[in-house]
Structures are given as structure tokens and as C-alpha cells.
DNA sequence: CCGAAGCAAGAACACTGTTCTCGCAGCGTT
DNA sequence: AACGCTGCGAGAACAGTGTTCTTGCTTCGG
């Protein structure tokens, strides 16, 4: 592997630089931000810009794929920290590694979870990572195996429990579609209690957010039989 | 009370119509809408909308209040359709009406329980209506009253439950904070699968969407203890 | 019937994303 | 060493945006 030439050293630096002063634009000016203000930020004149990103939704689209990637990495480094077998430590950690990183990033957090972008749709390189935070709450749940406790009933009708089937086999788990579903419910949640604190909608009804939060992780994790 | 001169009729079906063309434009642009489109539209030159909205940021706020009292409208006549003690036939027909709400305008849900434009903060006449749907579900809990459930422990942590006891007495309500623990729970639950499915995360995932959504509210209805 | 008020139009300003052209620098090759 | 190629930044230009202001016209109330 041959050392990058200066010209494409140069070149990617420049491409970091552009997202870095992008993602402050965010935090004040959410997904409306200025391709101009960042230029003038940079002192480079706007159609500069063009060299390294076709458009400006192409800048977004690289600023959420870094979001996806970022946050991925957040929740998986949390889950390797910890002991293999405390699993409620491991799903704790998962959450809150998440929670943590959406409070940093609430702009990055809200171009990703929030509303989407009208005529945009998601490129394929997210989706892998968009994956990565309920497969590792799924794995988490696996990893427990015969030590997860028999769940409260609650019949899954036919069609939703097809939809379940096909998600088990397309990664070939081991994974009862009772289980998967508990799993697909506190990952909505986990999600669900987020947007509200993100977005602000707890603002003045809770003031304990970080209780709050664990309590209901805690609750999804009971949901979802893990073992005490 | 006098009939309303001629001039404030047309001018109040001259907002309205404003109100309703933006409307449709939220469907396909989303947020950032534009004020010279909606005059074209409408055969009127983009300055004349500001005789009726000081600004764009007026306009959407507009819409924003109009989606609150339609969504709690919808929520408000679902439960009121339902005879008063089928409290789970109550719980369902909220949720579902949400829903059908939802993604029949999902331009409009995406405005309130989306991402918050940028410099706009919530206006006074939007907290009663967006509350609304939180309190029918508290209602339906309260009217159950003795035939409840009980709940499968979870201890709530001292600073939580202060803010439970606050809510619960701003509201002068009858209510144990375990239990508006539990609506709560359930609330953020409703929205985020709602978030979930509205914003298409759920697109290749789930396909029999309406079951999901009855599946996971009917477990939010247990774990707060409704009456089966 | 007349003055006041409400309204729409149009021009203007400061922005925006995007495209194109034009020079200038760095690079590899003959 | 000189050439040309390629990547880069600057600047002008275009279409479109929100917003403000001025200018007339219409409609209303006394």
C-alpha cells in the first residue's frame, strides 16, 4: 500500500474539515444550514465546496452517514466494556451509551431519528449501521440463552409473526419470535423515550431525565426476560 | 354577538385557504415549504401573504397548532365513541385514531413530533392540546379505578417519583405514581412506534404495520394494568 | 360622500444552492 | 526541462427564497 499522495492527503483533510464545521452549522441551524456560511466559515468562496461534495444534500448524506457510524460505535464500544455475562449491564450500557451520545449530538441525533428530509432517501451505507444498536440488544438477548425468563403471554397473530420469522432466519438466529418481538419493542422504546428528551417534549413534565430513562430501559429489559 | 363584517369573513376564509394549500405543500416539501409557491398557487403575489401571516415562521406555526387540535380531536372523539367502562376498548380506539391521524397526514404528525425547527420555540396555545392525548389515557386509567390491576414491581427512584407526585397534583388528579409511571410509559410508547412507522424506519422491516401497532399497544395496555 | 383602513401588486434587498468559466498551482511524462 | 493534464479556488451569473416598502385601489364606517 503505497503511501496517498500529498494532493489526496490534502483533499481529505479538507473533506473532514467541511463536515466538522458543517456539524457545528447544524447544532444552530439544524438540516437548513448554509452551504455559503460554511464556505465563509472556511474562508473559501461557496462554489469551492463543489470540489468535494456534488450538492448539499450530498454534504447531509455524508453527515448522517457519520452520525449512523458514529453512534454505532458508541454502543458497541459501551457493550464491549463490559462483562459477557451481565447481560442487564451489557443492555444498560447499550441504552445509556446511546442516550449519552443523542445528548451530545442532539442535532446529529435529530438528522438521523428525526423527521426525514422530503426528497431524500436513506443511502444503502446506512443501513448497516442504523442496524447495529438492535442487533446488539439482540445479541445481548441471545447471549442469555437458557437463562432468560419465561415471558408474560401475549399472542402474536399470524401475519406479525411471519414478519418475525423472515427478520430471524434473513440473519439466522436463535431467537423465538415471542423473544424477537420484546426485543423489537424496547428498541422502539429506547428510541421512543429519547426522541421525547431530544427534542425537548420532557422539558417541563420531568426533571429526574437520566431516572426516568433508566427506569424505563429497566422496565423494557424485564419485558424482554432478562435475566436479573 | 353581531355578525362578522363582510371584510373579516373573506379575510378569515382568505387565512384559511392560506392555511390549507401550505398544507398541502407540507405533503412534498416537507418543513421548508415555499411562501412564493403557496402564492402562486393561490394567483397572488408573495408579499400579499403578509397581510394574513407576519411571517413564514407565523404561517407554520399556524399549522402546527392546527395539527395539535386535529390530532387531539381525532384521539378525543375516538374515546368518546366507546362505551365508558370497555377501558381497553377506550385505550385501543385512542391509540388506533392517533395512528390513523398519523399517517393520514404524516407531513403534518412530522411537524409536531418531529424534529423542532431550529430557532422555533413552542408557542403557549400548543402545551393543552399537545398534553391531550396523554391525559385521555390517564383518564381511561382513572376510570378503571379499582378494577385495575396490580402492577409487576419495579421500584421508582425518590427523585423520579417527585416529579410523578408533581404532575399528579397539577392535575388535582387520583392517581398512584406507579400508575402514571406506567401511562407514561406507555404514552412515550404510542410515539414511538409512531415515529417508527411515519418516518418509514419500519419500511422493509415490518409488513403487517397495523398488527405491530396493536401488538405493542395491547402490551402497553397490560403493563400499565388495564382490565382485561 | 369622504376619509380611513385593509388589501394586492410590484420593486427592491439580502440571501440561498448551483453552474460555468477562468486562471493558477502541482503532478507525471517524455 | 518543458509539456500537458488534472485538481483546485475565485468570481460571475442564474434562478429562487423570505421580507420590507411604496403605490395605488377597494371597501368600509361615520
Redesign the interface.
Known amino acids: 500500500m503505497s503511501a496517498p499522495s500529498l494532493r489526496a492527503r490534502v483533499r481529505s483533510e479538507m473533506s473532514q474539515e467541511i463536515k466538522a464545521v458543517a456539524r457545528r452549522h447544524l447544532a ?5 444550514l448554509s452551504l455559503r456560511a460554511v464556505a465563509r466559515d472556511m474562508d473559501i468562496v461557496a462554489s469551492a465546496l463543489y470540489r468535494y461534495f456534488p450538492s448539499r444534500d450530498a454534504l447531509l448524506t455524508a453527515l448522517i452517514i457519520d452520525a449512523y457510524d458514529a453512534l454505532a460505535a458508541a454502543a458497541t464500544e459501551a457493550d464491549a466494556a463490559v462483562r459477557r455475562d451481565d447481560f442487564r449491564g451489557r443492555w444498560m450500557a447499550v441504552c445509556t451509551a446511546v442516550r449519552t451520545w443523542a445528548l451530545a449530538n442532539p442535532a446529529e441525533y ?1 438528522l438521523i ?6 426528497g431524500y432517501a436513506a443511502p444503502p451505507e446506512t443501513v448497516e449501521p442504523a442496524a447495529k444498536v438492535i442487533l446488539l440488544l439482540a445479541a445481548i438477548v441471545v447471549d442469555a440463552g437458557n437463562r432468560l425468563e419465561p415471558l ?1 403471554a ?1 399472542p ?2 399470524a ?2 409473526r ?2 418475525l420469522r423472515r ?1 430471524i432466519d434473513e440473519r439466522q438466529g436463535d431467537l423465538l419470535e415471542e423473544r424477537l ?1 420484546r426485543i423489537l ?1 424496547a428498541w ?2 429506547l ?3 429519547l ?2 428528551e431530544v ?2 417534549r420532557l422539558d417541563d ?4 431525565r437520566a ?2 430513562f ?3 430501559m ?2 423494557m429489559a ?2 424482554t426476560g432478562l435475566p436479573h
Chains 1, 2 share one sequence.
Open positions: 444552530t441551524d439544524g438540516a437548513n435529530g431519528y428525526g423527521n426525514p428530509v422530503p408474560t401475549s402474536i397473530v401475519p406479525l411471519k414478519d427478520l418481538d419493542v422502539t422504546h428510541f421512543g423515550v426522541n421525547f427534542f425537548g413534565m420531568i426533571q429526574a431516572d426516568y433508566t427506569h424505563h429497566t422496565l424485564n419485558l
